[in-house]
């Protein structure tokens, strides 16, 4: 089975920290997503990476920026965290072919305070 | 831009009934469609994945159907029960660079 673990389930930090959310992955899959899910927004795509040093902005890049050195670790930056910030994070991960699932971790709710 | 609705937001069935839930898109240029469950506060588990060549997939209770044409898709569950109790997401994978575009849920009680 496809595992996708998320470093903390949740996560508590003050405005203008750099905040870090780690997310690895075992099934040496190629693509990696980070999500932020929000009541009555649904799941928004932040940003994605098809490929080690490789990354791409989703809907909602501002005020995020990524790190994916290692094929299987993918990390969230917040560069200066915000009250709108506050939400669940959920990591994905999927293999590059076009039919293939994505698998999600277990997600980190973040509060910023 | 690819649009997904979900209707209805909440569903509320007696344990035992056979149940539909509907996912339309705007966008019938799709790799894929994935289903999706939540449960509070945890991440998404992977239900069942149709490519755009097939109309329909099953596991167990579980059975989606694909109109690619239509833009719809419906997760049908047979003989609910209270643990199918969620919130059921599908997502649509477009032609652009492996990017999905999520509904907003159906959240489904299941009462005993």
């Known amino acids: 089975d496809v595992k996708v673990t998320q470093s903390s389930r949740y996560l508590v930090k003050r405005t203008g920290e750099k905040v870090f959310l780690e997310c690895v992955q075992d099934m040496d899959h190629e693509n990696m997503f980070w999500y932020r899910q929000d009541p009555g927004l649904g799941l928004r795509l932040i940003y994605f990476?098809?490929?080690?040093?490789?990354?791409e902005k989703g809907d909602i890049p501002e005020g995020y920026s990524v790190s994916r050195e290692k094929k299987e670790r993918f990390s969230l930056i917040l560069e200066s965290a915000s009250t709108n910030q506050t939400s669940m994070y959920l990591c994905a991960s999927s293999l590059s072919r076009e039919n293939q699932p994505q698998h999600f971790g277990d997600g980190t709710r973040l509060s910023i305070l | 831009k690819q649009e997904v609705t979900q209707i209805p937001a909440a569903l509320s069935v007696p344990e035992g009934e056979n149940l539909v839930l509907n996912c339309s898109f705007t966008d019938s240029a799709i790799y894929n469609l994935q289903w999706f469950r939540q449960d509070p506060g945890k991440g998404l588990t992977s239900l069942l994945l149709i490519q755009s060549s097939q109309r329909e997939q099953t596991s167990g209770r579980l059975n989606a159907s694909l109109d690619k044409s239509s833009g719809r898709s419906t997760l049908y569950i047979a003989a609910s029960q209270p643990g199918d109790s969620a919130t059921y997401l599908c997502a649509v994978k477009g032609y652009n660079a492996g990017k999905s575009t999520f509904g907003d849920g159906t959240t489904l009680t299941v009462k005993p």
């Open positions: 990476s098809y490929d080690v040093k490789m990354k």
